[in-house]
């Protein structure tokens, strides 16, 4: 929930400061999909009656989170862009290997386990786009 978040918060912050269409529409694709996922995780957590906990994944998360928006409120035009994109793909790169490593393998409830590995292929998707935006936006130079 904390990754999505990050991410949704990331996305708000580019749509408003982007001039580009493509980095715009990246953004909306985050918030709307990011959205989606937290709803999924909300709706499984008020059925299993658990509370989610923070835990050093979290913390961690949220801390790159929260430091990526300082920077990027720095960043304009152009640069932003970069950096927005260049963020995107570190972080769905992190994201990826903390499902992969941790977050997966450690799931002790099998509807959480299935829920993480329905979403995995989103984030894959994600960060594909993001790659294909960090290429586009090193070809032209701005």
Same mark, same amino acid.
């Given at each position: 929930?904390?990754? #999505?978040?990050?991410?949704?918060?990331?996305?708000?912050?580019?749509?408003?400061?982007?001039?580009? !269409?493509?980095?715009?529409?990246?953004? +909306?694709?985050?918030?709307?999909?990011?959205?989606?996922?937290?709803? @999924?995780?909300?709706?499984?957590?008020?059925?299993?009656?658990?509370?989610?906990?923070? #835990?050093?994944?979290? +913390?961690?998360?949220?801390?790159? %989170?929260? @430091?990526?928006? @300082? #920077?990027?409120?720095?960043? !304009? %035009?152009? +640069?932003?862009?970069?950096?927005?994109?260049?963020?995107?793909?570190?972080?769905?790169?992190?994201?990826?290997? @903390?499902?992969?490593?941790?977050?997966? /393998?450690?799931?002790? #409830?099998?509807?959480? !386990?299935?829920?993480?590995?329905?979403?995995? /292929?989103?984030?894959?998707?994600?960060?594909?786009?993001?790659?294909?935006?960090?290429?586009?936006? %090193?070809?032209? %130079?701005?």
């Amino acid at each position: 929930m904390t990754a #999505n978040q990050v991410d949704i918060d990331a996305g708000k912050l580019a749509e408003s400061k982007t001039k580009s !269409k493509d980095v715009k529409a990246f953004a +909306q694709r985050m918030v709307t999909d990011h959205s989606g996922v937290n709803k @999924a995780a909300t709706d499984l957590v008020h059925k299993l009656g658990v509370t989610p906990e923070d #835990n050093s994944t979290s +913390q961690s998360l949220k801390q790159g %989170g929260d @430091a990526n928006l @300082a #920077n990027l409120k720095t960043q !304009k %035009g152009p +640069q932003f862009d970069r950096a927005y994109i260049d963020h995107e793909v570190t972080y769905h790169e992190s994201v990826l290997d @903390a499902l992969d490593k941790t977050l997966i /393998p450690n799931a002790q #409830n099998a509807e959480l !386990k299935a829920l993480l590995v329905k979403v995995r /292929p989103a984030f894959v998707a994600h960060l594909e786009h993001a790659k294909h935006l960090q290429a586009e936006l %090193g070809k032209s %130079g701005g």
